[in-house]
Each structure stands twice: as C-alpha cells, then as structure tokens.
C-alpha cells in the first residue's frame, strides 16, 4: 500500500510565522502535489513537482513556497503565515508522468491566528 | 480556464436510497476524469474514467462518462451510513500532468 505522511495533523500559528509542512511518501513515487481544501472551493493545487528539485506552480501559489531535495519528501513553506493562509492542506503522490492517480496524506489543519 | 463543476454541492438521504451525484467540466484537451471519496482525512482513489458510455463498477458505486455532454455521473444505490463523505470529482487534460478538481458534494446518510 502507497503511504503518504504529513508531520502534523493539527498545526496553530501565528500571523508572520514561517511554517514548514511536510509531506513523505515510501513507494517511490515521482510527482508529488500540494493541495488546500476549503469550504465550497474544493481541492486547489498550489504546487507540484515531477522530480527532485523540480517545481511547478499550481492554480494559487502566491504567499507560498516549495523544496523537494530527494524524492520522498516535498515541503510546503509559507514564508510569512497569514489568516487567509488558514486551510486543510492536502499532499499527495502519483508514480510517475501520465498517471494521474493520486495517493492522498490524511492532512494538515493549519490555523494562524 | 479548466473548470470542474459538481451538483448538488451538498445532499442528505435515507439509508437504502440510491443517489447521482454530478460532475461537469470545461477543459481543454481532455484526458481522464477521476472520482474521490473522502471521508474525514484523505480523499481515497474510486474510478478513473477515460472513454465515453463505458461504465466503471464496484459494488454498488458505478460511473459513466459523456464526453460530448461533457460530464460524469457518480451513482451509489441501496446507500449505507458508511457512504457518508464528500464525493470528489477531478479532471486532467492532456499534457497538463496535474488534476481540476470541483467543490466536491457533501452526501449524509441517514439510518
């Protein structure tokens, strides 16, 4: 089974906080996805990433930043956290170019205050 | 702009009752489209559909796509408590290497 991991369930900040989300994936997958989920937005893709140090930019990757130096693991960064920034943040992995079907972590709940 | 759009964004039935949820979308060069359900952490895979009037089955989930009418429907007949989640419907197109999702539906079962 494809097991995707997010450092933390539940997370609280504070507003200009640097924050770091992580996200770890153990079937060697190539691409890997950062998503928020908001109430009536839907999924929403802020970055993704088909390879070690390669990055793309999503739909809504303003205030955000990404690293992905070896293959399992891509962290999302938000340089300066702000309330707008308070999300589900989803990670997820699919194997390689062209499949399309994603594993999913079981999310991070970020609140900044 | 590739736009994803689900109906009803929320639906509260009976147990036994059988439901459609719906999904539309606009993109261009159309590749796959791809079901979810997420209970309360990850969205888990369901189906991915790729050729049109082909239904995809299991159990009692089943889904079909339209590519002329351009749309998707999710069915789940004789509905049980454990059907409660939001449905996620998603579509890549071609080339694009990433997926639109819609607003997902919020379906409750009632015993």
């Known amino acids: 089974d494809v097991k995707v991991t997010q450092s933390s369930r539940y997370l609280v900040k504070r507003t200009g906080e640097k924050v770091f989300l992580e996200c770890v994936q153990d079937m060697d997958h190539e691409n890997m996805f950062w998503y928020r989920q908001d109430p009536g937005l839907g999924l929403r893709l802020i970055y993704f990433?088909?390879?070690?140090?390669?990055?793309e930019k999503g739909d809504i990757p303003e205030g955000y930043s990404v690293s992905r130096e070896k293959k399992e693991r891509f962290s999302l960064i938000l340089e300066s956290a702000s309330t707008n920034q308070t999300s589900m943040y989803l990670c997820?992995?699919?194997?390689?170019?062209?499949?399309?079907?994603?594993?999913f972590g079981p999310g991070t709940r970020l609140t900044v205050t | 702009e590739d736009k994803v759009v689900q109906s009803p964004l929320s639906l509260v039935v009976h147990e036994g009752d059988t439901v459609t949820l719906n999904c539309s979308y606009e993109?261009?060069?159309?590749?796959?489209l791809l079901w979810y359900k997420q209970e309360k952490k990850a969205p888990t895979f369901l189906f991915m559909l790729?050729?049109?009037?082909i239904e995809k089955k299991s159990g009692r989930l089943s889904s079909i796509l339209d590519k002329k009418e351009l749309f998707s429907i999710l069915n789940i007949t004789a509905t049980q408590t454990g059907d409660s989640a939001i449905y996620l419907c998603a579509v890549e197109s071609a080339g694009a290497q990433k997926l639109v999702f819609g607003q997902g539906t919020r379906l409750t079962i009632n015993p």
């Open positions: 997820a992995s699919s194997l390689s170019w062209g499949d399309l079907e994603q594993y």
């Open positions: 990433s088909y390879d070690v140090k390669m990055k």
């Open positions: 790729t050729s049109s009037g």
């Open positions: 993109v261009t060069n159309f590749r796959s």
